[in-house]
């Protein structure tokens, strides 16, 4: 049986929640002009983990896709996840987090403002599934 992870999303730039955690970035690029060392000072976030993002080519076809549509939507999650669990490096960051939450809250972030159209609401069901088991 897959143990509970201590797991939850954040738009990043909204300050942290008591109780969140780590908070990681998993966005492809960094909050641009600001320095490193204000990322967390700044409520941006505590690391930045771009391997759990999408890449730039799956980034530059978004323009092609209409997020209204729910079809669309889930052709962007599916191939999103495909792509993260399809090399072994980005598989074993989706082990290697998944196995963080199970022993400590951590939250992973975007900047889109609506979770239900952003990758990380694909990513947190894909940790979720590679929750340790009991």
């Known amino acids: 049986m897959p143990r509970d992870l201590k797991l939850t999303t954040f738009q990043i730039g909204t300050p942290p929640r008591p109780g969140q955690g780590l908070r990681i970035g998993a966005t492809r690029r960094p909050p641009r002009g600001v320095p490193k060392d204000r990322w967390a000072a700044d409520g941006y976030f505590d690391v930045w983990l771009p391997a759990l993002a999408p890449s730039t080519e799956i980034l530059g076809q978004l323009r092609s896709y209409d ?57 947190k069901q894909i940790l979720l599934a590679h929750a340790p088991k009991a």
């Open 67 to 123: 997020f209204e549509n729910p079809a669309h939507r889930k052709k962007f999650f599916d191939r999103y996840e495909r792509e993260l669990l399809g090399h072994a490096d980005t598989r074993q960051t989706v082990e290697f987090v998944a196995q963080i939450a199970a022993r400590m809250p951590i939250a992973i972030g975007c900047f889109c403002a609506d979770e239900s159209r952003c990758h990380r609401s694909r990513l």
